[in-house]
C-alpha cells in the first residue's frame, strides 16, 4: 500500500501547477502518484517551489507548488510511489 503524503489544494492549469498540503515529507527526486476521481498517474518530482522559491525538501505541513505532468483536480490524493 502506498503511503498517502498529502492533497491537492489548487491547481493552476494554465501553468500545470497543483499546490500539495503535505502530510509527509517530500523531496525532489521521489515519485508520487496522484489518485482523484479522474485522476491516477505517477510521476517525478523535479522541483518543488514554497512562496516562489526553489526547495530541495519540504516538511509535513507545507503548502507546496509542484509542476504536474497531466492534469489534476483539488482534492485528488497524493501518495509516495513505491
Known amino acids: ?3 498517502k503524503i498529502g492533497i491537492v ?3 493552476f492549469g494554465k501553468i500545470s501547477v497543483a499546490i500539495l ?3 509527509s515529507e517530500l523531496k525532489v527526486g521521489d515519485s508520487i502518484q496522484f489518485k482523484g476521481k479522474h485522476t491516477d498517474f505517477t510521476q517525478a518530482i523535479e522541483s518543488i517551489q514554497v512562496n516562489h522559491e526553489q526547495i530541495q525538501k519540504a516538511q509535513k505541513g507545507d503548502d507546496v ?3 504536474t505532468t497531466q492534469s489534476v483536480e483539488e482534492g485528488d490524493e497524493v501518495f509516495l510511489a513505491e
Open 65 to 67: 507548488g509542484v509542476k
Open 1 to 3: 500500500m502506498a503511503k
Open 21 to 23: 498540503k503535505l502530510e
Open 9 to 11: 489544494i489548487h491547481v
